[in-house]
């Protein structure tokens, strides 16, 4: 049996050697390539011989899968699996195990590490003293006492609920399943929208939630309101973001995630809106979350060959 770990886990080779003798048989060959496939043909050439496939959140769509007539399960070392073509998947039998839970406490703290610099202008205050400059027309505020609403109440939405409850924060939660939690207020969508001082985006992307944060749902939010994503870019409208930064329509944003993954196009609107900082999908990507994920991955295989799966998409 063949196992291809077609893109770079985040971890160095040594450390995959190790997870190879704690999870696999030995007679299992494992071959990992630490650079990223440059096109589906390097994609094909990497897993059209294997009976497993690793992969981080690399696009795999319909057209690579096809030529891998030998492949039987994805091992996908990420949360989402919305780069993966999954309807092709199911109809032809390949299981595919995600690592959920890997990047809860990576993607919490980056969320606050937004809130707070644009609730404190850090990286402006940093310019500041570089250039000479005072404190003078840098506006602070704090978290203590905001209305924090967070959307999609899965893991990483909770992390970051109580967070912001150690902060002080009044915490409003959307979801398509409320559930009862002490410290959470349960409200719908618009209620939160309207009612919340920062608003942090927490659902995977589906159809449902395409574009959920659209121009129109931007108009209901304060215009005090900070937006931070750290799901997935398709989720919240970047025109419509970047229309409301420009028109003071909300205060500020954070966004970790894009349409497509960075390096994004120089015509992105959100490049040239004000109040918004950008990362290029950092949210997952701490060495320690690097290393849980490896882990979780290995383990699917580990489990998929003693015939219990886990983490079946």
């Not at 999870?23 to 043909?41: G, K, T, W």
């Not at 195990?97 to 809130?115: I, K, P, Q, T």
Request: aromatic fraction near 6%; hydrophobic fraction near 45%; include cysteine.
């Amino acid at each position: 049996m063949k196992i291809a770990i077609i893109e770079p886990l985040g971890i160095d080779e040594k450390a995959v050697e190790k997870l190879k003798q704690d999870f696999l048989p030995e007679d299992i060959e494992l071959v990992y390539y630490n650079s990223a496939p440059q096109d589906d043909e390097e994609k094909i050439k990497r897993s059209e011989n294997a009976d497993i496939v690793m992969l981080a959140n690399m696009p795999l769509r319909k057209d690579v899968l096809e030529k891998c007539t030998k492949l039987k399960m994805l091992s996908v070392a990420f949360t989402g699996v919305d780069h993966v073509d999954m309807d092709y998947c199911k109809a032809n039998n390949i299981m595919v195990c995600n690592c959920s839970g890997y990047a809860n406490e990576a993607v919490c703290e980056l969320v606050f590490g937004m809130v707070v610099d644009l609730y404190r202008n850090i990286f402006a205050a940093d310019e500041a003293v570089r250039t000479g400059k005072t404190k003078a027309g840098l506006s602070q505020f704090e978290l203590c006492g905001k209305k924090f609403g967070i959307i999609g109440a899965g893991a990483i939405g909770l992390k970051v609920a109580n967070v912001a409850k150690a902060f002080g924060c009044d915490v409003y939660a959307y979801s398509r399943t409320p559930k009862d939690i002490d410290g959470i207020k349960f409200v719908g969508l618009d209620e939160l929208l309207s009612t919340c001082d920062v608003v942090s985006v927490h659902v995977p992307l589906t159809k449902q939630t395409k574009d959920l944060i659209n121009a129109e749902n931007i108009t209901k939010m304060k215009s005090t309101a900070l937006l931070i994503n750290t799901a997935r870019g398709p989720v919240v409208n970047a025109k419509a973001l970047a229309d409301a930064l420009k028109n003071n329509t909300i205060a500020g944003a954070g966004v970790d995630v894009f349409d497509n993954e960075p390096p994004i196009a120089m015509d992105n609107p959100l490049l040239s809106a004000p109040n918004v900082v950008l990362t290029p999908h950092i949210g997952f990507a701490t060495k320690e979350a690097m290393e849980k994920r490896a882990v979780i991955a290995f383990t699917n295989i580990n489990k998929y060959l003693m015939g219990k799966p886990q983490n079946i998409m």
